[in-house]
């Protein structure tokens, strides 16, 4: 079996970058992922989805390099939720993402700014969909 999810959002909070025992290099951020849809009556509203982002080795040092907080990512990964009771004591359930992949998407300077910033085609060259059906792991 086979599961992956992409997402793209803004960088919440900076990485924290760690060390395991071993020496292997962990990066944890989360990303705020908005979705903007209009009522039927008209209104417009925002929902906001929050995930939990890991990162592992040289990818790891490199998002704690360069990533900051309030800029747009693109993040490919495994996604796992896990349960919990919150400080109120209500079941709550957190969304997270061990990363495969992460793009910075835009320009440096996008985290200074109040916005996206739609990056270009290029920074995503590499990501392109599998040329022959067969390359496809279902």
């Given at each position: 079996?086979y599961q992956q999810i992409t997402i793209v959002g803004n960088?919440?909070?900076?990485?924290?970058?760690?060390?395991?025992?071993?020496?292997?290099?962990?990066?944890?951020?989360?990303?705020?992922?908005?979705?903007?849809?209009?009522?039927?009556?008209?209104?417009?509203?925002?929902?906001?989805?929050?995930?939990?982002?890991?990162?592992?080795?040289?990818?790891?040092?490199?998002?704690?390099?360069?990533?900051?907080?309030?800029?747009?990512?693109?993040?490919?990964?495994?996604?796992?939720?896990?349960?919990?009771?919150?400080?109120?004591?209500?079941?709550?359930?957190?969304l997270e993402i061990t990363a495969n992949l992460v793009k910075?998407?835009?320009?440096?300077?996008?985290?200074?700014?109040?916005?996206?910033?739609?990056?270009?085609?290029?920074?995503?060259?590499?990501?392109?969909?599998?040329?022959?059906?067969?390359?496809?792991?279902?």
């Amino acid at each position: 079996m086979y599961q992956q999810i992409t997402i793209v959002g803004n960088v919440g909070s900076d990485p924290e970058l760690r060390y395991t025992q071993g020496g292997v290099a962990v990066t944890d951020f989360s990303v705020a992922v908005n979705k903007r849809y209009s009522t039927s009556g008209g209104e417009q509203r925002e929902e906001t989805t929050w995930f939990r982002v890991t990162v592992w080795r040289r990818q790891a040092e490199t998002v704690a390099q360069y990533l900051k907080k309030g800029r747009q990512v693109l993040v490919v990964g495994e996604a796992s939720v896990s349960a919990y009771t919150n400080r109120a004591g209500e079941a709550a359930a957190s969304l997270e993402i061990t990363a495969n992949l992460v793009k910075f998407i835009g320009s440096r300077d996008d985290a200074n700014n109040s916005g996206g910033g739609g990056g270009n085609r290029d920074e995503f060259d590499d990501f392109a969909p599998p040329k022959n059906m067969d390359d496809i792991p279902f």
